[in-house]
């Protein structure tokens, strides 16, 4: 396996050595990056400061991490889980045998694994004497959660998926030995049981040979495909032990709809909207050969931009699905921008032009949705009376179950109870939510004598359909009044 190689060029862009370009031609740049590291900082406090669940999923894998302290089943027939791997319930239940059912404080752990994410690919693509690669590296990667929903700074495996997947191949990639190989592969492993999708970081090795190393058909490539084997292993060793949890796992998110129509207006929206990937590809055409580290970001992107936009394009994927391939984009676009920009740098008004498109390639790259993304940011499961509705529901005893937020009746009584969400993803039809509740979570709304409803910015119409049919009807309690909560009987 070639050794990484780094650069030692200490250029910024737009400020390569023996041009007069100076603080006037950085300024649009360095502009851009403090609106980026405001916009950032901005975020960050508001997730690290929101107590409540910042989606309906937050609180229901919060459940699950609750009954595996209880040594309640946490992947049974009796009740649906999350579609994520095992480990996001080992670490939430890691953090909540400290801190007990604590959503803030499992938030802020998982956002510190968000930053140390950029931090750890800057350090293994920047050369260690270019303090302003790493700082652009390290920049756009904490941007990109303006773009992928704030996934990194919420209580969801797809930041410690793409940590563990990170250093599996920095690991990967050093190896010159067998216990670093083993090393790798037990990280590999590891980022498949945060989220399933990171198995697409253990076919980089081998798109990596295919791509740069010949003959193809070698042992180098044998090798290469260890990461992909390891991972398949696991998969086929969960299927004989454990096979509810490969269900959750593979199962359920294999059946549903990967929807095709959306492939081109999603395909077109990215390039229009990420112009950054422009100036990439300019570098790449007009610059030196590609060495080291940079292939190895063009082997990530070529390995996990079609797997990830796939899992974007699956029903009820979104953009949080794009992380890894972004990361790849960043760690290629941050050490070949400067050769864009050397190009167009030869007098200072040419580098300040270089510098103006750079950043405002950089703005609209990861704020060209600011007011959407901003809602998202602001946007909850709840509101501020949620004491109140446990307090009601300790009030009524166990007879009373919470579908959208199941964490109420187990605050305010120790019950478990089914998630809607959980129990719509894991009973799909035709590979969507189907049109009406499973037989399980109909069957506990039959036996409960109350549902609390608990609005949230996800709407499921299967659920005030049933609440109707079953009998229910609201009831007037003042604690609740003029809050997301809302007290049914029957």
Not at 80 to 87: D, E, M, R, S, V
Request: proline share 7%; hydrophobic share 55%.
């Amino acid at each position: 396996m070639n050794k990484m190689i780094v650069r030692n060029e200490p250029n910024l862009p737009g400020a390569a050595p023996g041009r007069a370009t100076g603080w006037v031609a950085r300024f649009p740049i360095l502009l851009a990056v403090a609106v980026i590291g405001f916009a950032v900082l901005f975020a960050i406090c508001i997730r690290v400061t929101e107590p409540l669940a910042i989606s309906p999923w937050e609180s229901a894998i919060a459940m699950d991490a609750m009954r595996m302290l209880a040594g309640v089943p946490v992947y049974s027939p009796s009740h649906a889980t999350h579609l994520y791997g095992p480990l996001l319930t080992a670490a939430l239940a890691g953090i909540f045998s400290v801190t007990g059912l604590n959503l803030l404080a499992a938030r802020v752990v998982f956002c510190v694994i968000g930053l140390a994410l950029p931090a750890a690919l800057a350090y293994a693509c920047a050369p260690r004497r270019n303090g302003p690669q790493f700082l652009a590296i390290l920049g756009m990667g904490l941007a990109i959660e303006w773009r992928t929903n704030f996934i990194g700074l919420t209580a969801q495996p797809d930041a410690p998926a793409a940590l563990l997947g990170m250093l599996a191949l920095i690991c990967w990639v050093k190896a010159r030995s067998w216990p670093m190989t083993a090393a790798s592969l037990l990280l590999f492993i590891g980022a498949l049981l945060f989220k399933q999708t990171a198995v697409a970081m253990a076919v980089i090795p081998a798109v990596y040979v295919l791509l740069f190393e010949r003959p193809v058909f070698s042992r180098r490539m044998l090798r290469a495909l260890l990461p992909l084997a390891a991972c398949a292993l696991t998969l086929a060793a969960i299927y004989v032990l454990e096979p509810d949890m490969f269900h959750a796992m593979v199962t359920v998110p294999a059946s549903l709809n990967i929807r095709l129509k959306r492939a081109f207006p999603e395909a077109l929206r990215f390039f229009a909207t990420f112009p950054v990937i422009f100036l990439i590809i300019s570098s790449l055409l007009s610059g030196p050969a590609l060495r080291g580290a940079e292939r190895w970001s063009v082997a990530a992107m070529a390995a996990l931009f079609p797997a990830c936009f796939l899992a974007m394009l699956k029903s009820g994927g979104t953009y949080n699905s794009m992380m890894p391939a972004y990361l790849a984009m960043i760690a290629l676009g941050g050490m070949r921008l400067e050769y864009f920009s050397d190009q167009c740098s030869t007098t200072t008004a040419r580098a300040f032009v270089a510098s103006c498109i750079i950043a405002i390639a950089l703005l609209a790259s990861f704020f060209f949705q600011f007011e959407q993304s901003a809602i998202i940011l602001l946007s909850h499961c709840g509101d501020d009376k949620y004491s109140d509705a446990v307090e009601v529901a300790r009030s009524l005893d166990s007879r009373v179950i919470c579908p959208q937020d199941p964490t109420i009746p187990f605050r305010a009584n120790g019950t478990f109870g089914r998630s809607l969400f959980f129990e719509l993803d894991t009973h799909p039809e035709r590979g969507e939510w189907p049109p009406e509740l499973p037989d399980g979570l109909a069957s506990e709304m039959r036996s409960a004598k109350f549902v609390m409803e608990a609005d949230s910015y996800i709407s499921a119409p299967q659920f005030d359909a049933a609440l109707v049919s079953l009998g229910y009807h609201p009831m007037t309690v003042a604690q609740l009044e003029g809050s997301a909560y809302r007290l049914w009987s029957k």
